[in-house]
C-alpha cells in the first residue's frame, strides 16, 4: 500500500426500500432506487480495495449487522464500523476522528459519486502526506463527495445545512478562516436526483465507461 498510515472511510447506509435514494423513487421505485443505491456501495467498493492505497473501513447506518453489509464484508477487503448517532455532520466527525486515533490522514467518501475514481483517492491521500491540513472534492450540486483531514476539526461540521448547494462554499470558508492549508480536487456529480441519473447514463454511453452497477 502506497499510503498504510491513512486510512479510506466509505459512508454508506444499508440500501433498505423507501429509505435510501428517495429522490430517485419516482423514477425508479423504491426497489429499484435501493438496488441502485446498493450498485453504487459496491462500485465505490472495489474501486477503493482495488487501488491498494490504503485499508478501507465501511461505516455503517443504521447497523453494520444487516445481511448487506456483512455481505460487504465477506466480499472486500475491508473493515466495518457503526456511524455514531446524530445528524450527518456528527456522524462524519466521529467517523474520521476514530480513524485518525489510528492514522495520520483519513479521507472518508460517500457511495452516491460513480464517477469518483482511483486518481481522485491517490490525489486526496498525497495532498494530505505532503502536507496540507484538508482536502475537499467538490460536487456540482454545492457540496462534496470527499473530505480528508491529518486532525479532527467538529467546527467544519457542525452548524452546516447539509444537502444544500452551500456545503463546499461554507466549507471552504471555515478553512481559510482557521487558516488551514487545503487542497481541492477536480468536481465531480453525485447522483441524487432523476436528473442526475439521466445524465450519468447519458455520460456513461458516450464515454463508454463501465460502472459495476450497470
Same mark, same amino acid.
Given at each position: 500500500?502506497?499510503?498504510?498510515?491513512?486510512?479510506?472511510?466509505?459512508?454508506?447506509?444499508?440500501?433498505?426500500?423507501?429509505?435510501?435514494?428517495?429522490?430517485?423513487v419516482?423514477?425508479?421505485?423504491?426497489q429499484?432506487?435501493?438496488?441502485?443505491?446498493?450498485?453504487?456501495?459496491?462500485?465505490?467498493?472495489?474501486?477503493?480495495?482495488?487501488?491498494?492505497?490504503?485499508?478501507?473501513?465501511?461505516?455503517?447506518?443504521?447497523?453494520?449487522?444487516?445481511?448487506?453489509?456483512?455481505?460487504?464484508?465477506q466480499?472486500?477487503?475491508?473493515?466495518?464500523?457503526?456511524?455514531?448517532?446524530?445528524?450527518?455532520?456528527?456522524?462524519?466527525?466521529?467517523?474520521?476522528?476514530? @480513524? +485518525?486515533?489510528?492514522?495520520?490522514? /483519513? %479521507?472518508?467518501?460517500? $457511495?452516491?459519486?460513480? !464517477?469518483?475514481?482511483?486518481?481522485? #483517492? &491517490?490525489?486526496?491521500?498525497? @495532498? +494530505?502526506?505532503?502536507?496540507?491540513? /484538508? %482536502?475537499?472534492?467538490? $460536487?456540482?450540486?454545492? !457540496?462534496?463527495?470527499?473530505?480528508? #483531514? &491529518?486532525?479532527?476539526?467538529?467546527? +467544519?461540521?457542525?452548524?452546516?445545512?447539509?444537502?444544500?448547494?452551500?456545503?463546499?462554499s461554507?466549507?471552504v470558508?471555515?478553512?481559510?478562516?482557521?487558516?488551514?492549508?487545503?487542497?481541492?480536487?477536480?468536481?465531480?456529480?453525485?447522483?441524487?436526483?432523476?436528473?442526475?441519473?439521466?445524465?450519468?447514463?447519458?455520460?456513461?454511453?458516450?464515454?463508454?465507461?463501465?460502472?459495476?452497477?450497470?
Amino acid at each position: 500500500m502506497k499510503f498504510p498510515r491513512s486510512r479510506i472511510l466509505v459512508f454508506a447506509r444499508d440500501p433498505e426500500p423507501g429509505t435510501v435514494k428517495t429522490r430517485l423513487v419516482p423514477l425508479l421505485g423504491e426497489q429499484g432506487a435501493a438496488s441502485l443505491h446498493a450498485r453504487f456501495v459496491h462500485n465505490t467498493l472495489h474501486m477503493a480495495c482495488s487501488a491498494g492505497l490504503s485499508p478501507v473501513e465501511l461505516w455503517g447506518s443504521p447497523s453494520v449487522e444487516t445481511p448487506f453489509f456483512q455481505d460487504c464484508a465477506q466480499h472486500y477487503d475491508i473493515t466495518l464500523h457503526p456511524q455514531s448517532a446524530g445528524d450527518l455532520g456528527r456522524r462524519m466527525h466521529h467517523a474520521i476522528s476514530n @480513524a +485518525l486515533e489510528r492514522a495520520r490522514s /483519513a %479521507v472518508l467518501v460517500g $457511495a452516491d459519486c460513480p !464517477g469518483l475514481c482511483a486518481a481522485d #483517492l &491517490t490525489g486526496a491521500l498525497d @495532498a +494530505l502526506a505532503q502536507g496540507a491540513g /484538508a %482536502v475537499v472534492g467538490p $460536487a456540482r450540486d454545492g !457540496g462534496y463527495f470527499l473530505v480528508g #483531514l &491529518t486532525q479532527p476539526d467538529p467546527h +467544519l461540521f457542525t452548524g452546516i445545512e447539509w444537502g444544500t448547494s452551500t456545503v463546499f462554499s461554507e466549507t471552504v470558508r471555515r478553512l481559510d478562516d482557521a487558516g488551514i492549508d487545503y487542497h481541492c480536487l477536480a468536481a465531480r456529480n453525485d447522483v441524487d436526483t432523476p436528473e442526475d441519473y439521466q445524465r450519468l447514463l447519458t455520460e456513461a454511453a458516450r464515454t463508454g465507461q463501465e460502472y459495476r452497477w450497470q
